[in-house]
């Protein structure tokens, strides 16, 4: 039975694996060749969470997402799509996604998915100069980072500077080896730790193993 997880917009099915779900936005059509689930009236689209760092932390037992229906999210290093379409499912009609990337292969596959789905819209830009796509950007509930950059918790922190309403939530993915190749992975970790504490409440901190080595997620209030 599919019933609706503590997390708003989210649902899971109990049994000998657990699986996650959001309720499809655009019934009959997949984004990523996950499964599709009809129980009575509702579809719902398979979280995978060996694809998604966001499902990846709902397996992992997070105690918050910051992300619910009706939000408004920036999302930074969209790629082809996989999570940001579950967090349109997420955030539902009355919420919006801004997909942003800067790999013009990435947003080539996202221009679809946003087109089917009346809450997404593509951006392509760097994420390191916000002032690029200010105008195209209104205040948002929650930022959200999967960027593999060296200076990942500066550009997280910029954009929330900017963009982030008072008392939203950052959600940010820290991909260790694209900061440092030789240094152990904790001493990454902590090191981004000291660097978000100067502006933001740590609400919780997961890795991501064994779903992603080498990555752990940091949700994020905005003080």
């Known amino acids: 039975m599919i019933k609706e997880h503590r997390f708003y917009g989210v649902y899971v099915e109990e049994g000998r694996k657990k699986r996650f779900f959001t309720k499809n936005l655009v019934p009959g059509i997949t984004v990523y060749t996950e499964d599709l689930v009809r129980r009575g009236q509702d579809e719902y689209r398979t979280w995978d969470t060996k694809k998604s760092k966001l499902g990846a932390a709902l397996a992992k037992g997070v105690s918050q997402i910051g992300i619910k229906p009706g939000n408004t999210v920036l999302y930074l290093g969209c ?3 996989t999570t940001p379409s579950h967090v349109s499912d997420l955030v539902g009609k009355d919420g919006f996604v801004f997909s ?3 790999a013009p292969r990435v947003m080539r596959e ?6 089917d789905r009346s809450n997404m819209c593509p951006i392509i830009a760097d994420a390191f100069h916000p002032e690029n796509y200010y105008h195209q950007v209104t205040l948002v509930d929650a930022v959200f980072q999967d960027i593999a950059q060296r200076n990942q ?15 939203g939530f950052g959600i940010l993915v820290v991909k260790a080896r694209s900061i440092d190749q ?6 990454i970790f902590a090191q981004v730790r000291t660097e978000l504490e100067k ?4 609400v919780d901190y997961k890795t991501l193993d064994p779903f992603e080595l080498d990555h752990c997620i940091y949700i994020c209030k905005k003080k």
């Open 199 to 202: 502006e933001m409440v740590i």
């Open 182 to 187: 030789k240094r152990k992975t904790k001493a």
């Open 79 to 81: 790629a082809s799509g």
């Open 100 to 102: 942003l990337d800067f």
């Open 110 to 115: 996202i221009v679809p998915v946003c087109e």
């Open 153 to 167: 918790s500066e550009i997280f922190l910029k954009n929330c500077r900017v963009f982030l309403k008072n008392g």
